[in-house]
């Protein structure tokens, strides 16, 4: 049964899911600990991707209809800029040692470079073609990116800042995420069917696991698991890492996208694009919760829950 997101201008207790909605041009906020939204803000024109600073005082959004970046004080949970660019603006994530976020220009191959304390862009780094997922390791010395025409991966060195080692991995690789200890990336290969592992020290890729029909984005459990959601499918392959294969698919509803891990509530969150909602899994029976009833069409590409 649907449980109705009811908004509200009250303060929230519990980990928080800033849910991005192409259709409504706004972004939910969603108490996961009580499964209600608490705000629903305005942003700019479709958008898709979200991430937070490194501080987590900031939520940045890419609006890429738009051509622009708009950035929420999480405390206030308002809009207080909007960062323009001259490109197609989509995948975002952010350093988790630096104070900056990366952004995928989408058609100009290459990524932005913004300073999140002054929000404003420093720089740029030539990619592949068609730029989509973005990840920092947890230490700050990589940034890998997916190139989803190039079937490539381009892994940059941030301490260096020397041109990127591209390797190949699946057809059409879109969502990237990196291990909780920095040692391999995974990519979601829309057009293959499956994720590509990578060995971030050897910069190759080490393993290809099969998931379910066209795989999006990727997160990480901390018991050795990944969960892919499988846009086609409407399901949730779960990957053992340790056996590199897949385990189970879980339904999970209409298109679902973007997918983030919360720690402090052990549940898995999607958001699935054509049903309007957001969906927790239980981590220790991988059972599907009720969903919670977003704003039209969410995405949340990227890592779209800040923790207490």
């Known amino acids: 049964m649907l449980i109705l997101c009811l908004v509200t201008q009250m303060g929230a207790a519990g980990p928080l899911a800033f849910v991005t ?32 600073d490194r501080q987590r005082r900031y939520a940045f959004v890419t609006t890429p209809a738009a051509h622009a970046v ?24 952010a350093d988790p040692v630096r104070d900056r976020v990366y952004i995928a220009d989408w058609y100009r191959h290459r990524v932005w470079v913004v300073d999140s304390l002054r929000l404003s862009i420093t720089g740029e780094l030539a990619t592949g073609n068609i730029p989509s997922g973005l990840a920092v390791s947890p230490d700050g010395a990589r940034l890998l990116v997916a190139n989803r025409d190039d079937d490539t991966l381009s892994i940059f ?12 991995v699946g057809h059409a690789p879109f969502g990237v995420t990196i291990a909780h200890d920095g040692a391999h990336g995974y990519v979601a290969n829309v057009k293959s069917n499956d994720v ?17 029909d066209a795989p999006y984005a990727i997160a990480e459990d901390t018991r050795g698991r990944l969960f892919v959601t499988n846009q086609q499918g409407g399901t949730v392959s779960v990957i053992d890492l340790g056996a590199a294969h897949e385990i189970r698919q879980i ?19 999607v958001a699935s694009w054509f049903d309007n909602t957001l969906t927790g899994i239980n981590l220790d029976t991988l059972q599907r919760e009720a969903p919670v009833a977003c704003g039209d069409g969410p995405r949340a590409f990227g890592e779209f829950i800040t923790e207490p």
């Open 157 to 168: 060195d941030l301490n260096t800042n020397t041109a990127p080692q591209i390797i190949g």
């Open 70 to 93: 708009t950035v929420i004080d999480v405390a206030e949970q308002t809009v207080v800029n909007i960062i323009k660019f001259d490109g197609e603006v989509l995948g975002i994530a």
């Open 251 to 269: 339904p999970i509803g209409d298109y679902p996208e973007g997918i983030a891990y919360s720690r402090t509530l052990n549940r898995i969150y």
């Open 196 to 212: 590509s592992v990578v060995d971030l020290k050897k910069k190759r890729t080490v393993a290809t696991i099969a998931v379910g």
């Open 21 to 52: 909605n192409q259709g409504a041009n706004t972004v939910s906020v969603i108490d996961l600990a009580t499964r209600t939204t608490v705000r629903t803000i305005g942003v700019g024109q479709a958008p898709a991707g979200i991430a937070f």
